[in-house]
């Protein structure tokens, strides 16, 4: 199992990014999926999940900002982040839930 996040970068705050984990060796839409963020200083936290049924959930910090998100055809998982913080700095994650299967990260900015 292969998990690969590409789409952070510097963002200024207001602003938007979509971030990208596409996924080999497992199908997407027969897990539950999330991504999570690690602050610097701060432990590692569930922000996104979306179940194999498609119901999704996200943490107080990013509702109604983020989205979470699958595609067939491509097997990855997506975050839509809008309205984007300097809070929201951080190396974004994305999981499969309940394994140690964990992409190797993107570093997200948010700073003017």
């Known amino acids: 199992v292969q998990l690969v996040e590409s789409g952070g970068g510097l963002v200024q705050p207001g602003g938007s990014l979509r971030l990208s984990c596409k996924a080999s060796?497992?199908?997407?839409?027969?897990?539950?999926m999330a991504w999570y963020r690690q602050a610097p200083g701060k432990e590692r936290e569930l922000i996104a999940q979306?179940?194999?049924?498609?119901?999704?959930n996200y943490a107080d910090s990013v509702k109604g900002r983020f989205s979470i998100s699958r595609d067939h055809s491509e097997n990855a998982v997506y975050l839509q982040m809008n309205s984007l913080k300097p809070e929201d700095t951080a190396v974004y994650y994305c999981?499969?839930?309940?394994?140690?299967?964990w992409g190797q990260g993107t570093q997200v900015t948010v700073s003017a």
């Open positions: 060796g497992i199908f997407v839409f027969i897990k539950t």
């Open positions: 979306v179940t194999d049924e498609g119901n999704t």
């Open positions: 999981r499969v839930m309940s394994t140690n299967y």
